[in-house]
């Protein structure tokens, strides 16, 4: 019996302690081997009892676990992951995710019978109940995971990080994450880097849930964000993002075409109102790509 692990769980948190107790829970509950996982979590300097939770159920548990702390951003974190995996696969978990049992057994399964796959992507589960703001954010998430769009040229439809598998040595080939970007979009960055060499992009039935954001205000600082990485990513490969599709009036659409996906997967009125989620997310997505632009981040191109 091998003692070297198969695959890492990379978890990079930050002042979640609202949900963190639930993604650790699943974690510990994983029916994979034990001895074939490590834990890495690269803790961001939370300012709240985030990493007090996470040591609590570290102190009684059968996976070999290591600790970092972080501060210079979401891709540098990432980045230590990359280069403290001693497994052939990176599985990502976030603060606010639970995975089913079967989840981690699934996606190595499925990387091993695939080696030209350079990341698996798992499917979002429906997670309704808690406010029509992320009700509608989670059934964004749900209906794209369904559709299986995974080698698109845009932002958007690239798989994230969020419970993806990446196959460390592919990882590792392309030059890692980015450390310099300081919003979001380091993971679509690095698998839009994947594709042009080469290595293919698939989805696995295996479900996660996230626990999105319950208010518009929440929402809105998360889009300006992720707009805010977009403008760096966008300087740095000007093909990566089609802007015309990131406007508030494409999001509109984008919202619309889903409106039907969205009431056959719930079966209630509110999924018709995805085109308004939609616009809302683009305007402050610009709003932070405006923000990096006005502020000259991004434009010095990283090596």
């Keep these: 019996m091998t003692n ?8 990079c948190i930050k002042n979640v302690d609202e949900t963190i107790a639930k993604t650790m829970q699943s974690i510990i509950s994983q029916d994979f081997p034990h ?15 985030t990493l007090s939770i996470v040591k609590d159920y570290l102190s009684d548990i059968d996976i070999t676990y290591r600790i970092y702390r972080n501060i210079t951003g979401l891709g ?3 980045q230590i992951v990359v280069d403290k995996a001693q497994s052939k696969y990176i599985i990502w978990v976030d603060g606010d995710m639970v995975l089913s049992n079967t989840y981690t ?15 698996a ?28 769009e995974k080698e698109s040229s845009t932002y958007g439809y ?13 990882v590792r080939n392309s030059g890692g994450f980015d ?13 839009s880097r994947l594709v042009k060499t080469g290595w293919k992009l698939e989805s696995t039935d295996e479900v996660f849930v996230e626990f999105t954001r319950n208010s518009l205000l929440s929402l809105w600082t998360q889009y300006m964000w992720y707009g805010y990485g977009g403008h760096f990513v966008f300087h740095k490969d000007a093909h990566s993002i089609s802007l015309l ?14 409106c039907k996906s969205g009431f056959k997967i719930t079966h209630k009125k509110f999924s018709f109102l995805l085109p308004f989620h939609y616009t809302f997310k683009r305007v402050a997505w610009m709003a932070g790509f405006l923000k990096g632009h006005l502020t000259g981040y991004g434009h010095k191109k990283s090596n």
């Design 76 to 78: 540098a974190a990432r």
């Design 105 to 119: 057994r699934g996606q190595v399964e499925f990387m091993e019978k695939n080696p030209r796959v350079a990341v």
């Design 158 to 170: 690239l798989p994230g990080t969020e419970g993806a598998i990446h196959r460390v040595d592919a």
């Design 245 to 258: 599709k990131m406007t508030p009036m494409a999001g509109f659409v984008a919202g619309l075409i889903r």
């Design 179 to 191: 450390v310099n970007i300081k919003g979001a979009a380091e993971d679509t960055e690095l698998v």
């Design 35 to 49: 001895h074939l996982i490590e834990l890495i979590v690269v803790e961001g300097f939370s300012n709240d009892q």
């Design 121 to 148: 992507a798992g499917k979002y589960g429906l997670c309704l109940g808690h406010g029509v703001v992320a009700d509608l954010e989670n059934l964004v998430y749900v209906v794209d995971s369904s559709c299986g």
């Design 4 to 11: 070297s692990p198969i695959v890492t769980l990379g978890l």
